[in-house]
């Protein structure tokens, strides 16, 4: 299966968010880590998916200063958690500065993960990519 599907919540004054129910089938054993997106948000991802994903960032090239700058921001900011037991998740204070979230948030299934938005960036990233057009955009795919 995919992460799929948007939903709208918020996150509480002590940082919690109720991850949506819809979601919570993909994550392996409730387990999550947090990241900070190259976009304006949190990705959200979890089990074969992540290790995947975190295998790609430990291979990069240590040679390159650049690459070691973006892999040590990356994991240094990344929040490694797992829902409670009334599916909340934690999402760090620096998390939510970097996704400019302060109390509502939307979830979005992003395929192999999912990611967390303030619904004003997001729906300025909606409004560009309207401007473009669906059908322009999907032309860019490899598919």
């Known amino acids: 299966m995919a992460f799929t599907g948007k939903y709208h919540h918020t996150i509480d004054s002590k940082g919690r968010l109720i991850f949506p129910s819809r979601l919570r089938d993909e994550l392996e054993e409730n387990q999550t880590v947090l990241m900070p997106s190259p976009d304006p948000c949190i990705e959200v991802w979890s089990g074969e998916k992540w290790r995947d994903y975190e295998a790609t960032l430990i291979g990069q090239r240590k040679s390159d200063s650049a690459k070691r700058t973006v892999v040590r921001e990356l994991f240094g900011a990344a929040h490694k958690d797992k829902l409670d ?42 409004g560009l990519a309207r401007e473009v057009g669906l059908s322009n955009l999907f032309e860019g795919l490899d598919i």
Request: net charge negative.
């Open 85 to 126: 037991s009334q599916g909340r998740i934690s999402v760090t204070q620096e998390l939510r500065d970097h996704a400019g979230i302060t109390r509502d948030v939307v979830i979005v299934g992003a395929g192999d993960h999912a990611e967390i938005w303030s619904p004003e960036r997001l729906a300025e990233r909606q």
